[in-house]
């Protein structure tokens, strides 16, 4: 989780949606929206990925028209692999532990 930095939810969010594919900015914007029913604004967006590039969990590639797609790195897949399977094991417990409150 160490990979992702203190501003994990729209980087976990960037890589899941690149984990389907190649994205430009738009595009991970309605990806995400549609995954997670939540918007991440632009400022959010650039930001992250400018974080993500510079850590190398993801690369921009050669731009199409004005449009920059960004793809998901081996480094980025393993990163976001090691956040989801913790996120899994609180998820487990913190459910388990709700049942008592049931």
Known sequence: MEALGRFAEPSVLILTSLAGGEKHGYALIKDIEELADTVVGPGTLYAALSRLQERGLIEALPAEDRRRPY????????????????ARQISRVGLKRLQAWA
């Open 71 to 86: 793809r998901i790195t081996a480094a980025g897949a393993e990163a976001l692999r090691e956040y989801l399977q913790q």
